[in-house]
Each structure stands twice: as C-alpha cells, then as structure tokens.
C-alpha cells in the first residue's frame, strides 16, 4: 500500500473466465499486493456492480465476454457521469488492431494484451501496481 494513502485499493475485475480470475487473484497475492478484487463475469454484471456498489480505483475488462461484451461495456462507462472518471484498463487475449484502436477511442486508460503465463502476469501486475496506485493520481469518488 502508499504510505501516503492507506486505503485499501479495488480492482474490479470483468473476466467471464472464472480460471482466469483466480489466476489474477493469485498473482496479486504471489507479488504481495495488498487490493480489494472484485469479480463480474460479463459487461452487464459490470455496469449493475458499477451502479449499485463502492466504486473500483481500477477496472480490468476482458473484451471477449458473453452478454455485453467489453466494448459495449467500456463505451457505456465512458458515456455515464458517474463512471467515467474510473480508469479501465482492457486486458484481453486479442491483439487486434480493430480492438486496440476501439478501445482507446472508447476511453480505455490502457490496453494489455493478457499474459498466459503465470510469470509474465505476475510482472503484469506489478507494473498495473506500481503505475496507477503508485505513480500516477486517481480521482477520488
């Protein structure tokens, strides 16, 4: 945690693979990364979460989800005033420009293409750490 802020950070995670997110959970606790994670399992999830709960300092959102898929999801955040603010950072398996490029456009804070290895994501999330709860300041909600 900063020592210039103690609170607990929270991720929100929207990853329809649940294998996946017990991968992500594992590497935050693997890297002692102290963050709240919270789980949705599609877009829809993740707009009801959003509207409903504390909101995240941080999303992760897999594009490829079933309902409302990433895009959808990430263009609704970004066209809603009380979301908007919250930075989305899209972490998919795709390297596809097309996604790259919507995603951006959309108001994606950044675009990881999603490690495989438990290795490379556990320096992922270091780097997602130490960038936006370390250097960079988040809005307050």
């Not at 210039?4 to 996946?20: F, G, H, S, T, V």
């Not at 949705?40 to 709960?53: N, P």
């Not at 809603?80 to 899209?90: E, F, N, R, Y």
Request: glycine share 2%; net charge negative.
């Amino acid at each position: 945690m900063d020592k210039k802020n103690k609170k607990l950070r929270r991720i929100l995670i929207a990853e329809d693979d649940r294998d996946y997110y017990l991968m992500i959970q594992e590497a935050f606790r693997t890297a002692e990364i102290p963050v709240q994670l919270d789980w949705v399992e599609d877009g829809d999830e993740c707009l009801e979460y959003l509207r409903k709960k504390i909101l995240p300092d941080l999303v992760l959102l897999d594009l490829n989800m079933p309902r409302k898929n990433g895009l959808a999801t990430l263009e609704e955040m970004k066209k809603t005033p009380a979301l908007q603010d919250i930075p989305v950072v899209v972490m998919t398996v795709s390297r596809a420009e097309s996604d790259i490029d919507s995603s951006y456009r959309l108001g994606a804070a950044s675009f990881i293409t999603k490690p495989l290895g438990f290795r490379e994501l556990i320096e992922v999330v270091k780097t997602l750490n130490h960038y936006w709860f370390k250097t960079v300041t988040l809005p307050l909600h």
